[in-house]
Nanobody, 123 residues
């Protein structure tokens, strides 16, 4: 079973930094896509950063130059380093993974979401 556990959220002052982590458990054969989304009440879930492994890394305009997404294959961990945080960065951050998993019946692709972690940027 593939499960995600997020950590690293909290309260930070404008201009500060936070790093979010998403630990993925399970028999992962390959990470295909990993990303971070933000959910604000009343709004649609917004894609902030995404890695299509071996191909591209993309960022939303609102976070480009401030946020960095990374994937540590050795630790099965997806991270989001957030610098120069702004009040408008406040929201629930969710990790997304699209993985190939190995089972007794073969290799299958699965999509999983983290539980979400709150980030609040306020003075």
């Amino acid at each position: 079973q593939v499960q995600l556990v997020e950590s690293g959220g909290g309260l930070v002052q404008p201009g500060g930094t936070l790093t979010l982590s998403c630990v993925v458990s399970g028999s992962i054969d390959r990470f295909l896509t990993v990303g971070w989304y933000r959910q604000v009440p009343g709004n649609q879930r917004e894609l902030l950063a995404i890695i299509h492994t071996g191909f591209t890394t993309n960022y939303a305009d609102s976070v480009k130059g401030r946020f960095t997404i990374s994937l540590d294959n050795a630790k099965n961990t997806v991270s989001l380093n957030m610098n120069s945080l702004k009040p408008e960065d406040t929201g629930v951050y969710l990790c997304y993974v699209h993985v190939a998993v190995k089972t007794d019946q073969g290799v299958f692709e699965q999509v999983r979401w983290g539980q979400g972690t709150q980030v609040t940027v306020s003075s």
